[in-house]
């Protein structure tokens, strides 16, 4: 009986940066639930890919190759859809540089992608989201992609800091607005994850056993684990999580 809340079938759950990486991930989980997908990257080989493997799960995928940063295009996007139940707002990235060394161009693209592009696909999906007229009845649920960095600080990771914590204030603002639509709004803020965007990170023998040391658990976590965390807050098993984030950071910062 309880698990049939984690089903998503007739839900349309839009993801960005669905490409590769936690997107990816995310995207083929909320499939594997049956949820119907809009999927965006910067790159159509990559959404080619996830979209043929998304159709495995016989649900319906729409792919949309798109700069997350050109709001026009986002707009025109979101506004060509019928429904949007679930938004996993994911795309994003990231240059470590001592706080003393951050170049200025760095920060502005960081601060447009990571903070500003997130708040107006937020925006838009919840304006398509209220549109629906029994929306307050069925629910939707948006999910901004944070990270443990959201939560406390890391060394060459200022702007990202700033990013992530950002994020999380504007989930909770989100989160009160929103509610009397009956839209939850939550984080999921993860530790290190392998993933494209981190692998380069990770090569870096003194920085990697600094980070494996930092997490309690002794290990950097799955993708597995960040997108079966993103599937529980899309589903009506998650109906009372709202205005929070769920840390998947093996004790990162229990410490």
């Known amino acids: 009986m309880y698990l049939k809340k984690y089903n998503l079938k007739n839900k349309h759950a839009l993801v960005t940066g669905a ?10 989980a909320l499939a594997e639930a049956g949820c119907n997908l809009i999927i965006l ?45 679930i938004l996993v707002n994911n795309a994003g ?3 470590p540089e001592h706080f003393t060394k951050v170049k200025t161009k760095n920060m502005e693209y960081l601060v447009k992608i990571n903070t500003i592009a997130a708040f107006n696909v937020a925006q838009l999906c919840a304006l398509k989201m209220i549109k629906l007229k029994n929306r307050k009845k069925i629910g939707a649920s948006i999910i901004n992609m944070s990270s443990q ?8 990771r200022s702007v990202y800091n700033m990013n ?6 504007l989930t909770k603002g989100m989160a009160v607005d929103l509610a009397k639509y009956n839209i939850r709004v939550n984080t999921v803020a993860p530790t290190f ?8 990170f990770l ?16 290990r950097f976590a799955e993708m597995s684990e ?30």
């Open 19 to 28: 490409g590769k990486g936690l997107g990816k991930a995310c995207a083929i």
């Open 41 to 85: 990257s910067r790159t159509k080989k990559d959404l080619d890919l996830v979209a043929k493997f998304i159709k495995r799960f016989k649900v319906k995928c729409k792919s949309y190759t798109c700069d997350i940063t050109n709001y026009n295009q986002v707009k025109s996007i979101i506004s060509q859809q019928q429904r949007i139940d």
């Open 93 to 95: 990235n990231n240059i």
């Open 149 to 156: 960095m959201g939560h406390v600080g890391g060394p060459i």
């Open 164 to 169: 992530k914590w950002g994020l999380e204030g």
């Open 193 to 200: 994850v392998v993933t494209p965007m981190t692998k380069k």
């Open 203 to 218: 090569k870096n023998k003194k920085f990697r056993r600094e980070t494996l040391n930092n997490i309690p658990l002794g």
């Open 226 to 255: 960040i997108s079966s965390t993103v599937v529980f807050l899309a589903s009506d098993a998650a109906s009372m999580i709202h205005g929070t984030s769920i840390l998947v950071d093996g004790g990162w910062t229990a410490k």
